[in-house]
C-alpha cells in the first residue's frame, strides 16, 4: 500500500511536491572523533546507498569481521579519499590534498604523536600510515612562531615508481582483499622514519584501511626479494602470504 501510495502522485498533473527536508550534520567531539548526521531526498538516497555498496570491502580472514555500521563508514571514506586522489581541479599527477598534519622530526623519528592542523593529537601508528604515501614540506621555524623556511615539498613515492608499483601488484596485497589499485596506496614496509628506502623491494600496494591496519600494534609486514612475496604476521602470531597476480604460485 505505501508503494501504490508513494507512486499515486505521479499518475496526475497536480503541483509539484514541496522540496524534501535534507542536510547533513558533521561535527567534531572534544575526544576528536566525528558525528556524522543527515537526512536525504529519495534520489540522492539511492545515489549514497549505491555508491556505498560499491565501496563496501569483504572482511578478510585475516582481521576481525565488521559490523555493517563499520563497513559503510570505511566505505564513505574511501568514496572520499578516491574523490581527492581523482579530483581535477589540480593538473599534478595524484595530487592528494587530504588533511594538513604537523609533526617534529625527532617525533616522527621516535614514534612520538602528531597532530591535525587547529585539530586534535593523531598516534604513532596514524601517522606512519599517513605518511607512507604523501607529501613532506621541511619547515624551518626560530622558537614557536618565525618560519625560517618553507622547503619544496618532497613526494615520497614519485609517479613513475606508483606506476610500476602498481603494474606489479595490480590491486591491495593484504591477505584476502582485491581491492583495485585505484582505491590503495603505497606503503613502506621498512618505514621511512627508520630509514626505508622508497623503491619497489621496500613498496606494496595496499587499500586505505588494510594499509592502517599494518601499522597497528602487534601487525608486521616483511617483502621477500623472490617473487616479491608479502609475508603478513597479526599480533596472535598468525601468519599469511600473498604474491603479486603475475608471480606465480605462492610460497610459503
Known sequence: MGHWAAHAPALGDGPEPPESKRGLHLSQM?????????????????????????????????????????????????????????????????????????IDV????????GRVVDGPALSAAVLRAMTCDSNLHRLIMSGRSA??????ATRTIPTALWNALVLRDEHCRFPG???????????????????????????????????????QPGWHAKLRPDYSILEVTD????????????AGPTLV
Open 177 to 215: 582483499c582485491d581491492r583495485r589499485s585505484g582505491w590503495c596506496e603505497g606503503h613502506h614496509v621498512v618505514h621511512i622514519a627508520e630509514d626505508g628506502p622508497t623503491c619497489l623491494e621496500n613498496l606494496v600496494l595496499v587499500c586505505s584501511r588494510h594499509h592502517h591496519r599494518l601499522h
Open 235 to 246: 599480533p596472535d602470531g598468525r601468519y599469511w602470504s600473498t604474491a603479486p597476480p603475475r
Open 30 to 102: 572534544l575526544d576528536g572523533t566525528w558525528v556524522l548526521e543527515g537526512s536525504l531526498d529519495p534520489v540522492s538516497g539511492e545515489v549514497v546507498a549505491t555508491a556505498l555498496r560499491r565501496a563496501e570491502s569483504p572482511d578478510s580472514d585475516a582481521e576481525p569481521p565488521r559490523s555493517p555500521r563499520q563497513r559503510r563508514i570505511d566505505a564513505l571514506a574511501d568514496i572520499c579519499r578516491f574523490y581527492l586522489d581523482h579530483q581535477h581541479q589540480s593538473p599534478a599527477g595524484r595530487h592528494r590534498p587530504h588533511v594538513n598534519v604537523v
Open 106 to 113: 625527532d617525533d616522527l623519528q621516535s614514534g612520538g604523536p
Open 147 to 152: 618560519v625560517l623556511d618553507y622547503g619544496r
